[in-house]
């Protein structure tokens, strides 16, 4: 079935470093994939999102590049701040006839940074 | 509400009891999610719905689980004879439209049962 792997945390950083976080999936068709971020206390948000091969989703300084090639969507920053501590999700949403629009998500990863 | 609103915020339950957890959507939001969020873990799937249908329970983990949204709006996810393995944060989310539209998430309910 469809699934979603992403690195495990926690991943520590002094801020303005450089993040990857690693995202594949595996999937039937052309899925959707998205970032999710879970700030402490909060509801899961949407970060950014690709529809399709090679789109690249872009919020906040974070992007992914939809990768089909390679089934990735990994998520990078050039320069993390401390606002950014929160636990990451990769999700990915089925696209073929009949599925749900469901969202399949991976374990999460915790990001710390430090001052 | 500005948001998906869900309650109680905290449920502690004895095993063998019912619970009912509450679901209110953002207003005219077409499609209608349940998650299960166990400790340490990704969302899972639980149930979906258009509008007063409920038209995928494929993740409802055993028939003690139940969810309706009779009018199209408010849902209500119910667990019967709770286990321990039942304790989770369930997670619901809503959005406008049924394909590829932003999914909206409440804070959550976190059960314990004990």
């Known amino acids: 079935g469809d699934s979603v792997t992403q690195m495990e945390g926690p991943v520590t950083l002094s801020e303005e470093a450089f993040l990857t976080i690693n995202c594949t999936y595996t999937a039937t068709g052309y899925p959707s994939l998205f970032w999710y971020v879970q700030y402490p206390g909060e509801g899961l948000q949407l970060l950014l999102k690709?529809?399709?091969?090679?789109d690249k989703g872009s919020n906040k300084g974070f992007e992914a590049t939809y990768r089909k090639e390679t089934t990735s969507f990994h998520l990078e920053k050039g320069s993390v701040q401390v606002s950014d501590s929160a636990v990451y999700f990769c999700a990915l949403s089925p696209n073929y006839g009949g599925a749900t629009n469901k969202l399949i998500f991976g374990t999460g990863t915790l990001l710390a940074v430090q001052p | 509400g500005a948001g998906v609103s869900q309650s109680p915020r905290y449920k502690v339950a004895k095993r063998g009891q019912d619970v009912a957890l509450r679901c209110d959507p953002i207003?005219?939001?077409?499609?209608l999610f349940w998650y299960q969020q166990a400790l340490g873990q990704g969302p899972e799937f639980l149930t979906y719905f258009q509008n007063e249908a409920q038209l995928d329970k494929s993740g409802l983990p055993s028939d003690r689980f139940f969810a309706e949204r009779p009018e199209g709006s408010v849902s209500t996810l119910k667990i019967q004879r709770t286990q321990q393995e039942d304790s989770a944060v369930y997670l619901c989310?809503?959005?406008?439209?049924?394909?590829?539209?932003?999914?909206?998430f409440g804070q959550g309910t976190r059960l314990t049962v004990v």
């Open positions: 690709a529809t399709k091969a090679d």
């Open positions: 989310a809503s959005s406008p439209g049924t394909a590829n539209t932003e999914a909206f």
């Open positions: 207003s005219g939001h077409v499609s």
